[in-house]
């Protein structure tokens, strides 16, 4: 199947007389008729449901849809983008292991990488995304575990050169994990290009209306991590699970498997069935949305790009973005519809110029089927000084714009007033 079909199709397939659409199972847990039977589940002996935060049916047909999504072998929800992230690590690292990763992520990536985790006694090396070989294999300790960045960073725009960070993190014997939240696996799939995990914010476009905050990890189940020899605890006997060595047992599933059985069973951080009941519904739609985004910010970049009231604009489908090249390899049908730039007239004028606007809304949040806007230095980023917001790479005069679906006629207009408003 193709991927439009697989949007629709994959993860449910009912049975004679079953429900057509995927059943949301809002029950905690099953019932079994005999104590050895429920016995055999808990001993991972024999699989079925037993308690949600485990396992439940709605939840694992969309994971395995997104899985398929993605052309990988498995997949997990989680009931956030930051717990996904987590987890992606927190299953191959502990206490004394350290990971590299990408300087431009997401902020809260950023913050649970560099900070959070530190307190757990696990330690991260920020690298420039476009760092070269040789600076990237500098940051590699005995102890590293893996290696992380993200298709298309938030709020940055960079994309990252996939192929070579995999080439240079598998020569270290790590996994490249790929947070895909912004190209969505419709624009990229990142194991095409050699990462091993994929991660998602789905809140963003893959649930695409703003309804429910969700993540996802997903496993290629390429890497070798018996050969690797750097990751007992997939290649060892769990003593919590009766001595089950992952990679024995369940082989290209291991990754997933260990998350589920470990990771998921101590912190717990499952969706509700009914939020990834609504997740597969953004999903069915995620490739004509795309389509639309990206055909939207393309012309919103163009427009901004002309109009001389506008400093700088930033978006990888712009010929002379600086990104480009790399967008065009790795996103050939479109990257995203988040757009950054600046008005003249620094600060002042980017806040009068939000107030203006009236179709695009002032939320924190971005990638969702309305046109949203955000000023980080008024908001995310609000406690940096001028010149912080500068290292950080956000200036006082930037604006995060998410290019919606609507009729692109509508939010050119809606820009070119607020426009006016600022000079006028
Ligand atoms: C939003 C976001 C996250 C965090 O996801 P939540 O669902 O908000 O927890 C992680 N990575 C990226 C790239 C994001 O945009």
Request: with cysteine.
């Amino acid at each position: 199947m193709r991927i439009e079909t697989k949007c629709i199709q994959s993860g449910y397939t009912p049975e004679n007389g079953e429900a057509r659409v995927l059943p949301i199972y809002q029950s905690t847990t099953w019932k079994y008729g005999s104590t050895e039977q429920m016995g055999k589940l808990f001993d991972l002996e024999e699989s079925g449901y037993f308690y949600t935060r485990l396992a439940n049916p709605t939840n694992d047909a969309v994971a395995a849809k997104i899985a398929d999504l993605e052309g990988g072998v498995a997949g997990i929800l989680t009931s956030s983008g930051q717990a996904a992230c987590f987890y992606s690590i927190f299953n191959i690292c502990q206490a004394g292991d350290h990971f590299v990763c990408s300087a431009s992520v997401y902020g809260g990536t950023f913050n649970l990488f560099g900070v959070t985790m530190k307190k757990l006694g696990i330690e991260v090396t920020f690298v420039d995304p476009d760092a070269d070989e040789e600076t990237l294999n500098a940051a590699f300790r005995e102890n590293t575990k893996a290696v992380f960045g993200e298709t298309i960073a938030n709020p940055a725009l960079v994309v990252l050169d996939i192929e070579k960070w995999a080439k240079v993190a598998h020569a270290h014997g790590v996994p490249l994990i790929i947070d895909n939240t912004f190209a969505t696996p419709i624009n990229c799939r990142p194991f095409e290009w050699g990462a091993d995990i994929v991660v998602h914010s789905t809140t963003k476009y893959m649930d695409g209306h703003a309804t429910s905050v969700g993540g996802v990890v997903v496993d290629s189940g390429k890497f070798d991590w018996e050969k690797s020899g750097k990751f007992p605890g997939l290649t060892t006997p769990d003593e919590s699970y009766h001595g089950i060595t992952y990679t024995e047992k369940f082989g290209k599933a291991a990754y997933i498997t260990k998350m589920t059985a470990q990771v998921m069973r101590d912190l717990g951080s499952i969706p509700s069935p009914h939020n990834a009941f609504l997740l597969n519904l953004g999903l069915e739609t995620l490739p004509l949305r795309m389509e639309r985004h990206c055909s939207n910010a393309q012309a919103v970049a163009e427009f901004l790009e002309k109009d001389e009231r506008i400093s700088w604009v930033k978006y990888c489908g712009l010929e002379n973005d600086k990104y480009n090249a790399l967008a065009k390899k790795y996103l050939p049908n479109g990257s995203c519809g988040v757009i950054s730039f600046g008005v003249k007239g620094g600060r002042e004028a980017a806040v009068k110029f939000m107030d203006s606007l009236k179709l695009a809304a002032i939320v924190t949040h971005v990638a969702d089927a309305r046109t949203s806007v955000l000023h980080p230095a008024s908001h995310t980023h609000r406690q940096l000084s001028d010149a912080e917001l500068e290292a950080a790479g956000v200036t006082p005069d930037l604006i995060r714009f998410s290019v919606g679906i609507e009729n692109v006629e509508d939010i050119i207009d809606d820009i070119r007033q607020a426009l006016d408003q600022v000079n006028g």
